[in-house]
């Protein structure tokens, strides 16, 4: 059984992005520039902000955090979000979800340019990503498929099972990886609350990846032997042992999945570190113009 390390493939892809910058800034190139709005003090949502702050400085990368109170309206953010598009300064942003429930999430995703749409949440980069067309690839079904590329994992012809079906990681990534390419060529199935043979699919399966957010849902007698596993599960869930009052749960139970596994991402440590990287990536080539 090999861990997939998140914490180095992390740290590896931030390294490459900052020499990239420094490559830019001596050819008298301008740095790439991240923006994120913010709205209300939210605990997780302030958290997740600093990490992108610090991963901007870390990769070279100039950062704007614009922040709002709770009781904003979706006026206000709609403006704010015009600007954003028209600054040509800003290579990229983001708008950090979830929002107040004055404001529809939906309305300000698909008011964000497209072409600064770092996140990947845009229709218009959903859309292309299905079509396999260059794209903004929302940052964790990246961060899954960087993973694979970096380990060598092989997926043409496997049967890959993918666990969870929401918008921002199931559909995504059952997408990419039977797109033709590599990560990709997979036979793809996709199980959900409502499938009636979540276990038969996952003795089948030579990759499962789980993203449905229910702690240690996958057990070693639904998992055959040298599978691979990816958890994308991080639940938190109070604990007396660390400083924050709880710790993060992945999907998986992992001391008994792990010994079948000839692959197999930690919670934490796996695939919650490389989303944040994805992000860096993105804006890389939004400031690059490399997509759009
Ligand atoms: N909230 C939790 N994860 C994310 C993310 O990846 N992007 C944004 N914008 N908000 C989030």
């Given at each position: 059984?090999?861990?997939?390390?998140?914490?180095?493939?992390?740290?590896?892809?931030?390294?490459?992005?900052?020499?990239?910058?420094?490559?830019?800034?001596?050819?008298?190139?301008?740095?790439?520039?991240?923006?994120?709005?913010?709205?209300?003090?939210?605990?997780?949502?302030?958290?997740?902000?600093?990490?992108?702050?610090?991963d901007?400085?870390d990769?070279?990368?100039?950062?704007?955090?614009?922040?709002?109170?709770?009781?904003?309206?979706?006026?206000?953010?709609l403006?704010?979000?015009?600007?954003?598009?028209?600054?040509?300064?800003?290579?990229?942003?983001?708008?950090?979800?979830?929002?107040?429930?004055?404001?529809?999430?939906?309305?300000?995703?698909?008011?964000?340019?497209?072409?600064?749409?770092?996140?990947?949440?845009?229709?218009?980069?959903?859309?292309?990503?299905?079509?396999?067309?260059?794209?903004?690839?929302?940052?964790?079904?990246?961060?899954?498929?960087?993973?694979?590329?970096?380990?060598?994992?092989?997926?043409?012809?496997?049967?890959?099972?993918?666990?969870?079906?929401?918008?921002?990681?199931?559909k995504?990534?059952?997408?990419l990886?039977?797109?033709?390419g590599?990560?990709?060529?997979?036979?793809?199935?996709?199980?959900?609350?409502?499938?009636?043979?979540?276990?038969?699919?996952?003795?089948?399966?030579?990759?499962?990846?789980?993203?449905?957010?229910?702690?240690?849902?996958?057990?070693?007698?639904?998992?055959?032997?040298?599978v691979?596993?990816?958890?994308?599960?991080?639940?938190?869930?109070?604990?007396?042992?660390?400083?924050?009052?709880?710790?993060?749960?992945?999907?998986?139970?992992?001391?008994?999945?792990?010994?079948?596994?000839?692959?197999?991402t930690?919670?934490?440590?796996g695939?919650?570190?490389?989303?944040?990287?994805?992000?860096?990536?993105?804006?890389?080539?939004?400031?690059?113009?490399a997509?759009?």
């Amino acid at each position: 059984m090999q861990l997939i390390d998140g914490k180095v493939v992390s740290k590896a892809v931030k390294e490459e992005i900052a020499a990239q910058v420094r490559q830019m800034i001596s050819e008298g190139k301008k740095r790439p520039h991240l923006a994120a709005i913010l709205v209300g003090h939210d605990g997780g949502s302030e958290t997740y902000v600093a990490g992108k702050v610090k991963d901007c400085e870390d990769c070279g990368f100039t950062s704007t955090l614009i922040r709002f109170e709770n009781d904003v309206t979706e006026e206000t953010l709609l403006a704010e979000v015009e600007k954003l598009n028209k600054n040509e300064d800003v290579d990229g942003f983001i708008v950090q979800l979830p929002l107040p429930k004055q404001i529809s999430e939906q309305k300000i995703i698909e008011a964000i340019d497209y072409r600064k749409d770092v996140d990947g949440f845009n229709p218009v980069n959903v859309g292309r990503v299905s079509l396999g067309l260059p794209a903004f690839v929302s940052a964790t079904p990246d961060g899954i498929l960087e993973l694979i590329k970096r380990y060598k994992i092989e997926t043409a012809g496997k049967h890959v099972v993918v666990i969870g079906r929401s918008n921002i990681v199931g559909k995504p990534v059952a997408n990419l990886l039977m797109q033709k390419g590599y990560p990709g060529n997979a036979t793809v199935t996709v199980v959900h609350s409502f499938s009636k043979d979540i276990k038969e699919q996952c003795l089948t399966a030579d990759i499962i990846i789980c993203a449905l957010g229910k702690p240690g849902f996958l057990k070693a007698d639904m998992v055959k032997d040298g599978v691979v596993v990816i958890d994308v599960g991080t639940t938190r869930v109070p604990s007396d042992k660390t400083k924050s009052g709880f710790k993060l749960m992945g999907d998986v139970a992992f001391d008994e999945v792990a010994p079948k596994c000839s692959y197999i991402t930690p919670v934490p440590g796996g695939v919650g570190l490389m989303t944040r990287v994805s992000l860096m990536k993105n804006t890389l080539l939004a400031g690059s113009k490399a997509i759009y």
